[in-house]
């Protein structure tokens, strides 16, 4: 087997809790009293555009939530929005063991918008693991779009036999392995420190 040369990771669900998914949604909008199906909609609509670097957050708020007046003010949704992020520690230690061995490059790679990903970035002190960040919000396309496995391995210059990908999404995975991407479904970080060892990853 081709030795594995670079580690690309997704951030959310995997190195972090999720930025915007469908669990942090419906915290925001029990926190705010949102009308759900409304909000969730307008979600949908905007969420791509977000996460391509097409619409910032103060855009994506304008249109989902404050669109009509409300009883609280635009910072305090976008408070509660990055203090939702939390790390998952026993992840964080793994890439900084795999980081410290300096044996392979390391990258992320996800699906965010521009702003939750630079407070992300900088809160949690991602740069102290990863080289680049392959980001939805700066590369223009989203995960599973096979074009944003292309950038990331033309970008890092290497073959797809020497990568692998990490993710906590199925679909994402797939997507990935038709490139040629070796590919592990996040569980726990127990289980990713043996996947990566059976692929070969020294740390």
Do not use: W
């Amino acid at each position: 087997m081709t030795k594995i040369s670079a580690v690309f990771c997704d951030v959310g669900g995997v190195l972090l809790t999720n930025g915007l998914d469908h669990g942090e949604r419906a915290r925001l909008v029990e926190k705010f009293g949102l009308d759900a199906t409304d909000f969730e909609d307008r979600h949908h609509m905007l969420s791509a555009a977000m996460e391509a670097g097409q619409l910032d957050l103060d855009q994506y708020l304008d249109r989902t939530i404050f669109y009509r007046p409300r009883p609280f003010r635009k910072q305090e949704v976008r408070d509660f929005l990055y203090a939702m992020s939390e790390a998952l520690p026993d992840s964080l230690a793994l890439m900084g063991r795999v980081e410290q061995a300096g044996k392979v490059f390391l990258a992320t790679l996800n699906n965010e918008s521009r702003e939750l990903n630079l407070h992300r970035i900088e809160t949690f002190g991602l740069r102290k693991y990863f080289s680049v960040f392959f980001s939805s919000c700066f590369l223009g396309v989203s995960k599973p779009h096979p074009q944003i496995y292309q950038l990331a391995l033309d970008i890092s210059q290497r073959q797809p036999e020497e990568c692998v990908f990490i993710d906590d999404h199925s679909l994402n995975l797939e997507c990935a392995r038709r490139l040629g991407l070796h590919t592990i479904q996040f569980l726990n970080a127990g289980q990713l420190e043996n996947d990566l060892r059976t692929l070969g990853v020294e740390f």
